[in-house]
């Protein structure tokens, strides 16, 4: 054979031998490669995908939904151009197919978030589409109020960036010596009109009573008719909609302190419904309201195809305030947050949905809230948060009770103030060098008896990438509370997903 089909001599290097095996000429010439300036940004970009297909079957008034199919697909990317500067976006695109009677298509698509970050010498900026998440407890998260909750139907395992409204603004952070500042200033307001029905859309949304205006979104179509919200679907004037807030922190030992104000809207809308409407969509409980006659519907539609017009709904301006604080026990952590929304003077308080014998109506009360929890974990086996929640609303109107949240029964005489007591849990972890990784997240009513709860497990395969896991979602209650209104959102589910 021709030297060059030799093979290499062996080499021996203290009594061992150790074979080098030359590659071809063409294994050794050396790759091309991009190079200059987008070398290095090809070298920076960075492209994550997921996707997953959930089917449910509804555990409540399955007439309404039997099952559902939920198709989602996830894009994110980052990019560094410069040291100092990146580049973010997501967005995703969703197909809902629904076995209600008469069976509908619901695609959704949507550019997320998308955004610069800078990084100067003393500050940070994120500009342009964004979501601010700014819970400092992991169940209640009572001081998250920047950015409003979207509500359409999320993913299994849904993260707490995908469970807001993304909306265009900046975001910038920066210290004042020992105090950390952070501005914000959103552009426009964006409500998410999965907020008009009382379906969960991805997880429980612990502490966020009365965004929910019928309890079966199936019977009332899922949304409130088009010229209901077509409204909310304008562009706002930008001094119409804009978002302002602030905070401050600071750390004292092992004591981090905060405060926070927010000049922005209220999740939940005030009304201006017709009598017949504001009857249907207490329906169900008429019986248990004292006054008044069944009012049929002017449209005629069992299923309030028409709710009331344009205008029926509106989001309206509320400042709220807020304080946190933490302490660091060893490998618990207890947080504690309080929140006031007070009708004082000429800064509005917070919209009330109550039920009376004419049905359902808004009034606008003083809202206090307070939150303890104890944070802790074990490795990565298990990590969570422990909490007790009360939501105060104070000036209910005499002969009324509030919507989804007190029981319904005899009418109290009187401006009244109404508690609301619950325990929470969100606890999550991972086996298996996350091979295996679950969620369990729920909240049960102390004085008015109701319990929600979903919970996640995903065991992801050694082979092809792909996870599938399971969910269930439970809601019940006693009459006129949460778990009473979301009876019809509790299901169970299979699902299968990639990602990377």
Not at 147 to 155: K, M, N, T, V
Not at 196 to 212: C, H, K, M, P
Not at 319 to 341: K, M, N, P, Q
Request: hydrophobic share 45%; with cysteine; aromatic share 6%.
């Amino acid at each position: 054979m021709d030297a060059a089909d030799e093979p290499a001599p062996p080499v021996v290097v203290d009594d061992e031998i150790i074979i080098i095996d030359e590659p071809d000429a063409a294994a050794r010439a050396p790759t091309s490669q991009v190079s200059g300036a987008l070398g290095r940004l090809w070298e920076t970009w960075h492209l994550g995908v997921d996707s997953d297909l959930l089917g449910s079957l509804q555990l409540a008034e399955p007439s309404d939904g039997p099952w559902r199919l939920l198709g989602s697909f996830w894009v994110e990317s980052s990019l560094l151009p410069a040291p100092n500067l990146s580049l973010h976006a997501n967005g995703f695109a969703r197909l809902a197919f629904d076995a209600t009677p008469t069976g509908r298509l619901v695609p959704s698509a949507d550019l997320y978030e998308a955004y610069a970050k800078l990084n100067l010498e003393r500050a940070a900026v994120n500009g342009g589409r964004i979501v601010v998440p700014w819970a400092r407890t992991r169940a209640a998260a009572i001081g998250d109020r920047v950015s409003p909750p979207d509500l359409r139907r999320g993913p299994p395992f849904p993260d707490p960036v995908r469970q807001k409204q993304p909306a265009w603004g900046a975001w910038v952070r920066t210290s004042l010596g020992p105090v950390g500042v952070e501005a914000i200033a959103l552009a426009r307001y964006e409500p998410s009109e999965g907020s008009l029905a009382a379906s969960n859309q991805g997880g429980v949304r612990i502490a966020r009573y009365q965004t929910a205006l019928v309890r079966s979104p199936a019977k009332a179509g899922g949304l409130l008719a088009d010229d209901d919200t077509a409204a909310l679907r304008d562009e706002y004037e930008l001094v119409r909609s804009g978002v302002l807030a602030a905070r401050a922190s600071r750390r004292l030992g092992h004591l981090d302190l905060g405060g926070s104000v927010v000049w922005g809207f209220d999740e939940t809308p005030r009304l201006h419904l017709r009598p017949d409407v504001a009857r249907a969509l207490v329906a169900e409980v008429a019986a248990l309201l004292p006054g008044g006659e069944d009012v049929p519907l002017v449209c005629g539609s069992p299923e309030l195809a028409c709710i009331g017009g344009s205008g029926t709904l509106e989001y309206q301006r509320q400042t709220s305030f807020s304080l946190d604080a933490s302490w660091g026990l060893g490998v618990i952590i207890v947080r504690a947050e309080a929140l006031a929304v007070p009708k004082v003077g000429g800064i509005g308080g917070k919209q009330a949905l109550v039920v009376d014998g004419r049905g359902l109506r808004s009034e606008q009360v003083s809202l206090y809230a307070g939150v303890l929890a104890a944070e802790g974990g074990i490795g990565d086996w298990i990590d969570g948060s422990v909490e007790l929640i009360d939501v105060v609303w104070d000036g209910v109107p005499a002969g009324t009770r509030l919507w989804g949240v007190e029981l319904l029964g005899d009418l109290s005489a009187g401006p009244r103030t109404v508690h609301r007591v619950a325990t929470a849990l969100s606890v999550g972890g991972g086996l298996g060098g996350d091979r295996v990784v679950w969620q369990l997240r729920g909240e049960a009513g102390v004085l008015q008896p109701d319990v929600l709860v979903a919970a996640d497990v995903r065991y992801r395969l050694p082979v092809l990438g792909l996870y599938i896991g399971g969910r269930t979602e439970l809601y019940t209650g006693l009459t006129g509370s949460p778990g009473w209104m979301r009876q019809d959102a509790s299901m169970v589910g299979v699902f299968v997903g990639e990602g990377s």
